[in-house]
């Protein structure tokens, strides 16, 4: 039986600004409970999700991990956060992104974040979960906890991290360049526009990577990752929210990736950080999985997980499978947050 998820939208302006005004990155809270009360003293998970999705993606996944609680192992509540070029946010922030004429790195998405952690969710029990390119994000984050005494999270799940050490990007640097140029030019010449939305989805559900999704995924992208592409005509023509340059400019952002594998180091020897890879690497090459957690520097996974039959867009793909395995992580034994 589907479990029924009530969902309340926060608005939170970040650090990041244009021309003087903070962008919003949008934000939702789930519960199983009217009231929003879920068990106090439960564990708070926050999501993060990958490039070219929206934050709406992570449902299934919150709802089957909902499903799985048992009474001693509880849920206070889901937070799934939007990247400010994604999704409702990137609605939101549209007429700013013309202005500036920029989008916002996974580094910036990190530093929101990390704000945002800070001022909901500060007395929070918090296990912080990635998928992609949220990964990234979410481990660039703790860069902002510094002069605080303790980092606020009992534990990091990383799915399909595309984090990379840098030195092992140089060694395969032709590649790494071709597979970018591949990606950006596959994305530019996608199509985004489509009579309606009974058209997309019947155009998503024929083609690659799409018709592999669960279908509650790729109704949930085609009911709220697509927009009117006129605001005044609900039943016209609709586009996707993600500029497709903005997500485009994502594989590109090297450095935040550097960085945020870089606190993989200084987190790990008091937080655990599971990582769980798709068993076929569809997009991330093992080079680059086997990096971030290579012990040799420094990097100590508390857990790696590889699923059968799963590839890179696993969130898309099999959510429940996913929640099982994410909920086994959740509630096993934490540590006490890591000192700074």
């Known amino acids: 039986m589907a479990q029924r998820l009530f969902v309340d939208t926060q608005i939170f302006e970040t650090p990041q600004c244009v021309q003087g005004t903070p962008l919003r990155m949008l934000a939702n809270r789930y519960t199983i409970s009217p009231s929003g009360a879920d068990s106090i003293n439960g564990v708070t998970i926050l999501l993060a999700h990958a490039s070219g999705t929206h934050k709406e993606h992570w449902e299934p996944t919150v709802e089957a991990l909902f499903r799985l609680q048992t009474d001693s192992e509880r849920i206070r509540e889901a937070w799934a ?36 952690v800070k001022t909901h ?24 906890f510094s002069g605080l005494p303790r980092v606020p999270y009992e534990a990091f799940i990383l799915v399909e991290s595309p984090m990379i050490d840098r030195q092992v990007y140089q060694d395969n640097l032709e590649d790494r360049e071709r597979q970018i140029a591949m990606l950006t030019k596959v994305l530019s010449a996608r199509r985004n526009q489509w009579d309606s939305r009974v058209a997309a989805y019947e155009w998503f559900a024929k083609r690659f990577p ?4 669960d279908d509650r995924v790729l109704r949930i992208f085609i009911n709220q990752g697509l927009c009117p592409v006129d605001a ?11 500029h497709k340059k903005h997500e485009a400019a994502n594989y590109s952002d ?3 990736t550097f960085q945020a594998t870089e606190q993989i180091k200084k987190i790990c020897q008091d937080v655990p950080i599971h990582f769980i ?17 290579d012990p040799s520097k420094g990097r100590h996974a508390a857990s790696i997980t590889r699923v059968p039959g799963a590839v890179h867009l696993i969130v898309q793909q099999k959510p429940d499978a996913l929640a099982e395995i994410l909920f086994k992580f959740v509630f096993s034994k934490h540590v006490s947050p890591a000192r700074l």
Request: net charge negative; hydrophobic share 35%; charged share 20%.
């Open 277 to 293: 890879f798709a068993e076929k690497d569809d997009l991330v090459p093992r080079y680059s999985q086997d990096s971030v957690v």
């Open 81 to 116: 956060v939007e990247w400010m070029t994604h999704g409702d946010s990137a609605a939101l922030n549209a007429e700013l992104y013309q202005k500036g004429d920029t989008g916002t790195s996974a580094g910036d998405w990190g530093e929101a974040i990390a704000a945002f």
């Open 121 to 144: 969710l500060s007395s929070h029990r918090i296990v912080a979960i990635g998928h992609s390119a949220g990964c990234s994000s979410i481990m660039y984050s703790t860069k902002y």
């Open 210 to 213: 799409w018709k592999a999704w």
């Open 232 to 242: 005044s005509s609900s039943t016209g023509p609709v586009t996707t929210k993600c």
């Open 254 to 256: 090297i450095e935040s």
